[in-house]
C-alpha cells in the first residue's frame, strides 16, 4: 500500500500552471468570439428604444394637436458631435414638442403678428451611439427647402443658445395640425413658418448608428429604424430590416 503525505496530497488536487494558462486561454477567446454579438445586441436595444420613443411622441403631438384645437410642432435639432473632435458633420441628437401660438408685437400702425412656440415637454435627447440620418436620400421628410434647416433660436437667450442648449444648432421640424394632418416645416417667412404636404413616399426619416460622418445609402449599416409619416392622417409607421 502506498501512503502520501498531506503536501503530497494537496499538489495532486491543485490545478498545474499549464492547466491555468490553458483555461484563462480558452475564457479568453470565448470572450473575444462573444463581445462583438454582445455589442450588436446593445446598439440594436438601443435603436430601437429611441425609435419606439420618437414614435410615442408623433402620437402625442397628434394627439394634443386635436385635444387643444393648436398646431403642434416637433422639432428635431442638429449639430455636431462633441465625442468627435473636429467633427463639423451635424446630423440630428435630440428633439422636443412645442405648441404654436401667435403674439402681437408693437403697438398701432406698428403691430406684427408673429408665430411663437411654447415648450411643452423637456427636450429629450437620443440614445448614445444613435442619430437621425441628415440626408434628403434618407431622411427626406426632415429636410427644408433645398435642403435647409432653420436656426435654432431661443428669445432673450443669452450667447445664443437655443432650445436644444447647443450654440449654432439647426433644426428641422414636423407640424401636427388639429384635422390630423402633418406638414414639415420648410422655411421661416416674415414671422410665420412656411409649411408643405409631403408625398407619402418621402414622408421618412431614419434612425442608425453615429460613426461621426455623413450617413448615407452607400454607408448605411445593415440594422436602421425608418420612421414614416403620413402627410394627411399624421399616422406613423416603423421599419426595422435588421430587427
Known amino acids: 500500500m502506498t501512503y502520501f503525505s498531506y503536501t503530497e496530497r494537496q499538489a495532486r488536487r491543485a490545478f498545474s500552471l499549464i492547466e491555468m494558462l490553458v483555461v484563462i486561454a480558452l475564457v479568453a477567446m470565448i470572450l473575444a468570439s462573444s463581445t462583438p454579438a454582445l455589442m450588436r445586441t446593445m446598439q440594436a436595444t438601443r435603436l430601437a428604444s429611441t425609435g419606439d420613443s420618437i414614435m410615442g411622441a408623433i402620437t402625442e403631438a397628434k394627439q394634443l394637436s386635436y385635444a387643444q384645437n393648436v398646431p403642434v410642432e416637433l422639432r ?110 420648410s ?33 448605411l449599416p445593415k440594422n436602421f429604424y425608418t420612421i414614416q409619416v403620413d402627410p394627411f392622417t399624421g399616422k406613423a409607421r416603423n421599419y426595422r430590416p435588421g430587427f
Not at 195 to 209: D, I, M, R, V, W
Request: with cysteine; charged share 15%.
Open 187 to 219: 422655411a421661416q417667412q416674415n414671422g410665420f413658418a412656411q409649411l408643405e404636404y409631403g408625398t407619402l413616399p418621402n414622408s421618412f426619416f431614419t434612425l442608425t448608428y453615429n460613426s461621426g460622418q455623413e450617413v448615407t445609402t452607400g454607408n
Open 76 to 185: 428635431f435639432f442638429k449639430y455636431a458631435d462633441q465625442d468627435f473632435p473636429g467633427s463639423t458633420v451635424q446630423l440630428f441628437r435630440s428633439y422636443q414638442m412645442f405648441k404654436i401660438v401667435t403674439v402681437t408685437q408693437g403697438v398701432g400702425s406698428n403691430a406684427q403678428t408673429l408665430e411663437s412656440v411654447v415648450p411643452v415637454n423637456t427636450l429629450s435627447k437620443l440614445s448614445d451611439g444613435v442619430i437621425i440620418a441628415a440626408g434628403t436620400d434618407l431622411s427626406p421628410l426632415l429636410n427644408g427647402q433645398n435642403g435647409t434647416s432653420l436656426d435654432d433660436v431661443k428669445p432673450n437667450a443669452a450667447g445664443g443658445v437655443g432650445y436644444s442648449g447647443v450654440s449654432g444648432a439647426k433644426y428641422n421640424a414636423l407640424r401636427f395640425m388639429p384635422d390630423g394632418s402633418c406638414r414639415k416645416v
